[in-house]
Nanobody, 124 residues
């Protein structure tokens, strides 16, 4: 069993930056692929970025490529999402998820453990 807890959300002006953190429990964190997803009101949950067990392989949705960076620190059982050049359309609840595989997936159904989410609001 893995528990994940997100933090770092908030209100920011367009063009600003935020860094989300995801702290995971468990001694086998390094064997899990991790992902960040988001869900805006009235929309389906969508992938934002994923990272494999070592951090050597990452994926980004086209909408955030070049602006967001996912990283992980296995010694701290933590995954990060650095978000720069934020836009109003990035407003959503952001979720961290853990996958019981070393390689990533882009579908939410490929992840086994989810956090409660953190709200990111970008004002234009």
């Amino acid at each position: 069993q893995v528990q994940v807890v997100e933090s770092g959300g908030g209100l920011v002006q367009a063009g600003g930056s935020l860094r989300l953190s995801c702290a995971a429990s468990g001694r086998t964190f390094s064997s899990y692929a991790m992902g960040w997803f988001r869900q805006a009101p009235g929309k389906e949950r969508e992938v934002v970025a994923t990272i494999n067990w070592s951090g050597g392989n990452t994926y980004y949705a086209d909408s955030v490529k070049g602006r967001f960076t996912i990283s992980r620190d296995n010694a701290k059982n933590t995954v990060y999402l650095q978000m720069n050049s934020l836009k109003a359309k990035d407003t959503a609840v952001y979720y961290c998820a853990a996958r019981s595989r070393i390689y990533t997936a882009t579908s939410p159904t490929g992840y086994d453990y989810w956090g409660q989410g953190t709200q990111v609001t970008v004002s234009s």
